[in-house]
């Protein structure tokens, strides 16, 4: 049997406010069928052959690092350019793995601390 993967569940206390987070990421609209204080808030990506990112309330915090991360590549402009947008959208540095060759990568975190890497962009890879 083939699969069709329908959602990438993240864990979350505030998922609206983690939803709204991560359409600014990806650029994906907060699903109009959701609203603040709903359990469970999904970003819908133009593209419905892609998954979904759903955020669902759990009431435990988030205590180790993630076993499942996202890797993300910037269509237009730098790794860079994203790493500050994304500082300024309210991401936070984990760790930074950039080298003096142009490659590696950053590790961030959203605003409940689930990392996802920012690695270089199709225009740096050539």
């Keep these: 049997?083939?699969?069709?993967?329908?959602?990438?569940?993240?864990d979350s206390h505030a998922p609206y406010a983690l939803a709204e987070f991560w359409s600014v990421v990806t650029g994906w609209p907060v699903s109009d069928q959701?609203?603040?204080?709903?359990?469970?808030?999904?970003?819908?990506p133009p593209d419905r052959a892609l998954p979904e990112l759903l955020f669902v309330t759990v009431p435990e915090t988030k205590t180790v690092k993630n076993r499942l991360h996202l890797d993300l590549v910037p269509l237009t402009g730098t790794r860079d350019e994203?790493?500050?947008?994304?500082?300024?959208?309210g991401a936070t540095l984990v760790d930074d793995r950039r080298t003096a060759n142009g490659r590696g990568w950053?590790?961030?975190a959203d605003p409940e601390?689930?990392?996802?890497?920012?690695e270089a962009s199709l225009a740096e890879r050539g």
């Design 34 to 44: 959701d609203e603040p204080g709903s359990p469970e808030v999904a970003v819908e």
């Design 113 to 118: 601390g689930n990392e996802f890497c920012v």
């Design 106 to 108: 950053v590790v961030l």
């Design 82 to 89: 994203e790493v500050d947008r994304l500082l300024a959208a």
């Design 1 to 10: 049997m083939v699969f069709k993967i329908q959602h990438i569940t993240v």
